[in-house]
């Protein structure tokens, strides 16, 4: 598919700096773009949604020509690298690719979709993107490299930017068995599978891991987590109101009685 170079990209992730996720996104922006700016966390972020280091100072190390690292969060990253490093701003910013999908609920925690917002509030048209893996040891990046070039090309001439920003997951099936694009529902979500597992280290202290696991559940068929999971590519348009309108509605009539 055919569309107009874009004049400048600013990318950013939640795995850090040297996460091959992000030298896949830099491929793919550089197939996009005349521009591309890199400006991702010093360290892995993952799960630190879109907070804001406001408690302590952060350092920027130049990593080549228009990238750096910074020793914060995803969104520190957008942040810096709007305010401070690039003097003209970017016509789009994206984020990932995340090791991993973010469906659901995942997307309340992932500092992919959590750079994708503050770039969002910042006023940049804002996309997260994620590789779905069922085998930690054989991420299928490729699939994310060979199709979201025209995938973004697609989305980048709808009508979004202003509202939300968009969440795209790719499945995990090679890139020539992936099914077509659709355009998705958030997927349900729920946090039974939170996991803490106390452990002690060798001065008898105790310490503790948490992870979250993914359930299997009922979904609707046009949900990302069904699309993705059923070897689709899900684009899920997200915004900043939550607000559960049915159970405002419900709330307002029960208060008056």
């Not at 990318?11 to 005349?34: F, H, K, M, Q, S």
């Not at 997307?107 to 996309?127: D, E, K, N, R």
Request: glycine share 8%; hydrophobic share 40%.
């Amino acid at each position: 598919m055919s569309s107009p170079r874009i004049q400048r990209i600013l990318i950013t992730n939640d795995d850090g700096i040297d996460a091959p996720g992000l030298e896949v996104l830099e491929a793919i922006a550089r197939e996009l773009a005349d521009e591309v700016w890199v400006v991702a966390p010093e360290q892995d972020q993952s799960g630190i949604s879109h907070a804001l280091s406001i408690h302590h100072p952060l350092r920027v190390k130049a990593r080549g020509e228009r990238r750096f690292s910074v020793s914060g969060t995803p969104a520190d990253c957008v942040a810096i690298g709007l305010r401070e490093l690039m003097e003209n701003p970017p016509q789009l910013l994206l984020s990932g690719v995340n090791k991993g999908a973010n469906l659901g609920v995942e997307t309340m925690f992932s500092g992919t979709v959590g750079a994708a917002m503050a770039g969002l509030l910042l006023g940049v048209p804002s996309i997260a993107l994620s590789q779905f893996f069922t085998r930690r040891d054989a991420v299928k990046w490729g699939t994310a490299r060979a199709l979201a070039p025209d995938v973004i090309r697609t989305v980048i001439g709808m009508q979004w930017a202003a509202d939300g920003c968009l969440n795209i997951n790719f499945p995990d099936v090679e890139p020539e068995h992936a099914k077509p694009l659709q355009i998705t529902r958030q997927g349900i979500g729920r946090m039974d599978g939170l996991n803490v597992t106390k452990r002690t280290d060798m001065r008898e202290q105790g310490y503790y891991w948490l992870n979250i696991d993914r359930h299997e559940r009922p979904d609707f068929d046009d949900s990302e987590t069904w699309v993705v999971t059923h070897g689709g590519v899900s684009v899920t348009p997200l915004r900043f109101e939550r607000t559960d309108l049915d159970v405002m509605d419900r709330l307002k009539r029960d208060l008056q009685g």
